[in-house]
């Protein structure tokens, strides 16, 4: 079973568009969300992240925003430029379970010039 | 400081064949993990160690053992290699009680 739900696949922002990003999660035990961000070639490298008694991250232009009653998180980055193009995967880890990574399936985003 | 490496960076394989990932870290990191992603799938832990001489199966576990004998080494074996298991296979680390965890670059191996 998907304990991580990412929408959506893909994405096309013009510069300087918003980007948005959505997971939806099932386990209440899951105590970090991360984001990472992936370049064709690349491994993942982490983006930002957040736990859930706090409801927004802001590092930059990205934006975490976190919805602990509805088990949802999304990723927002502000601004988009051609240089953020690249594989987003949101994921959830439970620190009771040997802080395994639980990815979602992931969105390409590509931002248009 | 390399951080997280991978050995070798491509492969071919035929069925039946068999072959050894190595991944490596020099950050002193107890816990590893090997990971597979395929497209559209996301990226699916195989197995993983809490520190030297440990090991445990992650979610997709079968066709596939693990070795930890060094804590900066974690190895990934294929005994027979089946077309199913053609992907990019990903190494990461992470300190005890942290979250974070670094990966590798990867080794894109094709089974034919």
């Known amino acids: 079973q998907q304990q991580v739900k990412q929408s959506p696949q893909s994405l096309i922002v013009q510069k300087g568009g918003i980007s948005i990003i959505n997971c939806a999660y099932e386990n209440t035990a899951f105590d970090y969300f991360p984001w990472y961000q992936q370049f064709p070639g690349k491994g993942p490298a982490l983006l930002i992240a957040?736990?859930?008694?706090?409801s927004e991250k802001k590092e930059g232009r990205f934006t975490i925003s976190f919805n602990k009653s509805a088990k949802q998180f999304s990723l927002h980055i502000m601004d988009s430029q051609p240089g953020d193009s690249a594989t987003y995967f949101c994921?959830?880890?439970?620190?009771?379970?040997?802080?395994?990574?639980?990815f979602g399936k992931g969105t390409l985003l590509t931002v248009n010039p | 400081n390399a951080g997280v490496t991978q050995t070798p960076k491509f492969r071919v394989l035929k069925t039946g064949q068999s072959m050894t990932l190595l991944c490596a870290q020099d950050?002193?990191?107890?816990?590893m993990y090997w990971y597979r992603q395929d497209p559209g799938m996301g990226l699916r832990l195989i197995h993983y160690s809490v520190g030297e001489g440990t090991t445990a199966k992650g979610e997709v576990p079968d066709g596939y053992n693990v070795s930890r004998l060094k804590k900066q080494n974690f190895l990934l074996g294929l005994e027979s290699a089946a077309p199913s298991q053609t992907s990019v296979y990903f190494c990461?680390?992470?300190?005890?009680?942290?979250?974070?965890?670094?990966f590798g670059p990867g080794t894109r191996l094709t089974v034919t």
């Open positions: 990461a680390s992470s300190l005890v009680g942290l979250y974070e965890q670094y």
């Open positions: 950050m002193n990191h107890e816990y």
């Open positions: 957040i736990r859930p008694d706090v």
């Open positions: 994921a959830a880890v439970s620190g009771g379970s040997n802080y395994k990574l639980t």
